[in-house]
Structure formats: C-alpha cells, structure tokens
C-alpha cells in the first residue's frame, strides 16, 4: 500500500483517521484476493476503479460493515461513522408508490427511536436535501415519475439526510447522459469541497474519477492487483495497465488528466 506520507496531497489539520483496513481479507467465504491495506481520512475522496467483477462493491461492503472480513478487521479509531449510501440504480414497484419526499425522508428512518415518526426535525432535514438537490419543487411527485438523473439525486438526497460521516457512492451516474453526469459530479465534487465530506466512490470509469477524487483504490481481483494512495501516486501509467489489463496513457499536458487505453497491435 502507498502511504499517505510518501508524497501527494496531505490531509488538512486537524483530519483524523476514519477507517483502517490492515491486512484484511475481503470475500465471501473465500478471499478474492490477497489481504488489503487501507487508510481512510476524515475529508479524503476516494474513487475505487477496476474492470467489472474486480471487488469494488465487495471491497465497500466491507468497510460499511455489511459484510464480514474473511480474515483481519476493519477498524474505525475515532468510532464507527454512519454511512450514507446511494447505490447504482433503485427499483421501486410500480403498485406501491412513494412521492420524491417519502423517498427522501427515508434516509431520516435510522435516526428516529422504532415505533415513532419523522418529527419536525426530520421533515425539516428532508426539505434541506431537497433544496440541495435542486428537486424541492418536486417533493409531492411520485419517484417513479422522474427522470433517471432526478431519482439518482433523490437518493443521494436520501443518503444526505441520514447526516453521514461517509458518503458511499456505487457508480453513481450510470445510465446518466454526459451532461447529467457531469453536473452530478460536479454537485459531489462541491459537497467534499465545500463541506468537507468523506466520500467513498465506485467506478469504472476512471476518467470520470480523476476529475472529483483526490485518492484512488485501484483493484482486479483477476491480477491481485490492489493500490490505494494519493491520486498523483497511483495514477500512474504501470498502475493503471496492471488494474485493466492492457496499456494505458496518462498525459497531463493539458492541464487535465486523460487515460486512454492504447490500442494493442495485432499480428
């Protein structure tokens, strides 16, 4: 694993450690790979990349405590945070329907004592989300109405409301058109920046993660292959070729990063 003090950016004063992952076995029953090692800052946001079936999602479930280590232990030395979630895609049937509130008021659901209901707190903390989003206007719609990018901010408005300390993020904007990606990850780009929020982000496209993450998790459970570091330590040609499989260019000429896999010659 690459330390955070061998270069790249430092965290800001005063940031702690969340999460610790020390020689740790992911998988279910079996590791899928080699144990891992891990660091987590308060404030860091991490992009965890790799080809389809790599780990990623088995890798997050682990630090959110919905999966077991095989072996070894996730430790969380300032006390385990609460996570907010907003997975890849959500699937509401079409008989039992909730408006864009209800959804949203879902993420307040772990924070009221069982058998009480959403206070005025709740509800107030529901609206803010909604604000945030940009979808305030829609509370009283039924989700299911709403567009792809609408619902995915509906639910990273339910995440928020849960008031997390790490916010989980499973490819947040498949199946979003480019501009909609980009503003989404241009809105989470603002909530680490701006508020100084942890954020755990699983994708496949790198080219998307190095625009908004300043940490990355490299995994291909085919290779073994695990790096996680300061971005500028990982993003690093050797690395990334390793992670997909076949070459690939990082070129910082520009200003920008582009990763390009090189085309392989063929006999």
Known sequence: MLGRDEGGAAPEAGSGVLIELAGVGIGYRHRLMRPISMTVHRGDFWGIVGPNGAGKTTLVRTVAGLLAPVSGAVRFPSGRPRFGYVPQRHVLDADYPLTVFDVVAMGRAGLVRPGRRLGPVDRSRTLQELERVGLATLADRPFASLSGGQQQRALLARALASDPGVLILDEPTSGMDLPRQTDFLAFVKRLHLE?????????????????????????????????AGAMDQVLEPGRLSAAYGRPVQVDRRTGTVLVQPREVPHD
């Open 195 to 227: 508020h100084g929020m942890t954020l755990l982000m699983i994708d496949h496209h790198i080219d998307q993660v190095v625009t908004v993450a300043d940490h990355l998790c490299l995994m291909n459970r085919d290779t073994d292959l695990f790096e």
